[in-house]
């Protein structure tokens, strides 16, 4: 089993940053494939950013590419996302998911294990 919790949500105007983190616990190894993913009201959940527990095979959906910054820290168990140059397309609840397996990285249902989701708004 692996356990996350997501914080760091709030409200931002456009351009603002956010970092959002994601604490993990439980079985915790070098392939554990850990991703962001988000989803607005009345939306489909979609994927942001996804980081191996290694550090390795980062990938980042292209509407934040360039923007969203996807990293971990071993020693505090954490996985960050760096938001920067917020949009108002950015609102959007944000759930942190792991998988333990070899993943089809981008799509939702591949995932094991999945956070409450932190809450982000980009608006003036």
């Known amino acids: 089993q692996v356990h996350l919790m997501e914080s760091g949500g709030g409200s931002v105007q456009p351009g603002g940053s956010l970092t959002l983190s994601c604490a993990v616990s439980?079985?915790?190894?070098?392939?554990?494939?850990v991703t962001w993913f988000r989803q607005a009201p009345g939306k489909d959940r979609e994927f942001s950013a996804t980081?191996?527990?290694?550090?390795?095979?980062?990938y980042y959906a292209d509407s934040v590419d360039g923007r969203f910054t996807i990293s971990r820290d071993t020693a505090k168990n954490t996985v960050y996302l760096k938001m920067n140059g917020l949009k108002p397309e950015d609102t959007a609840t944000y759930y942190c998911?792991?998988?333990?397996?070899?993943?089809?990285?981008?799509?939702?249902?591949?995932?094991?294990?999945w956070g409450q989701g932190t809450q982000v708004a980009v608006s003036s």
């Open positions: 998911a792991a998988v333990r397996s070899v993943p089809v990285v981008r799509v939702a249902q591949e995932y094991e294990f």
């Open positions: 980081i191996t527990w290694s550090g390795g095979y980062v």
């Open positions: 439980g079985n915790i190894f070098r392939g554990l494939r």
